[in-house]
């Protein structure tokens, strides 16, 4: 299934909508998708929209909005990830395009005591998220904040289900193990790993410190090691 996105619909159907510059080149000069053909449609609130090509526009595409199926694809969990940016950004990135592919809800980028980077580009970071989430026929498009420093995002609310991931000595209880159901928050720490203060804060908060296996992870790898243990552990 080939997925557009569009700006929120709110009007009820049918509706003429248009395609946005990038999404009628795509549709038009590269698909060749012709007036009076179906295409999906989607605003990332869950609508799936069956819509038609009116006219053939490579900059604004018009498209009357036929039917829509509401919650489609809708999980009944939220998988909410605060993730350190990785000094490469290009790592992270790799993170954000995955993560929505598996099945993320929200991402906040985390900055730590040991963090290598503390500034990102969230426009940059928004585009492949969409295109991730076309990709993956995702009408529920992840949510990225804003980069928060780690003290003032532990007192936030978050769900009740909250962990945090550490390597030490001695593991804690596998993620795997200490998830049941329902929504939850994983903190993943930077390449230095969270810093002593910063774990006795998170559990502080009633963080679960939890391990993600034996192995030593990079910070884009547990994140989706995390991402997929959630994912895997509510499938029926």
């Not at 049918?14 to 053909?37: N, Y």
């Not at 490469?88 to 790799?94: D, G, Q, T, V």
């Not at 993956?136 to 962990?163: G, M, Q, W």
Request: aromatic fraction near 8%.
């Amino acid at each position: 299934m080939q997925l557009y996105f569009i700006n929120p619909v709110l009007i009820p159907v049918p509706c003429p909508v248009t395609l946005g510059t990038e999404e009628s080149f795509h549709c038009i000069k590269v698909l060749r998708m012709r007036a009076g053909d179906k295409i999906n449609l989607t605003d990332g609130s869950g609508k799936l929209f069956e819509g038609q090509i009116l006219a053939e526009n490579t900059k604004s595409c018009p498209v009357m909005v036929l039917r829509v199926t509401p919650d489609y694809g809708k999980r009944p969990f939220k998988v909410h990830l605060a993730v350190a940016p990785t000094k490469n950004i290009a790592r992270f990135e790799w993170f954000l395009e995955k993560a929505t592919e598996i099945g993320v809800d929200e991402i906040t980028p985390l900055i730590c005591e040991h963090s290598e980077r503390v500034q990102i580009r969230i426009d940059r970071l928004q585009k492949i998220i969409l295109s991730a989430a076309k990709q993956s026929v995702k009408t529920y498009l992840p949510v990225l904040h804003e980069p928060v420093k780690f003290e003032d995002f532990i007192c936030t609310n978050v769900p009740a289900s909250r962990f945090v991931a550490f390597v030490e000595e001695h593991q804690p209880q596998h993620l795997k193990n200490a998830y049941k159901t329902g929504d939850c928050t994983v903190l993943i720490g930077p390449e230095g790993d969270f810093s002593k203060k910063e774990m006795q804060a998170a559990i502080k908060f009633q963080f679960e410190p939890v391990s993600l296996g034996p192995s030593r992870l990079r910070t884009e790898t547990a994140a989706i090691v995390a991402c997929h243990i959630i994912n895997i552990a509510n499938e029926v």
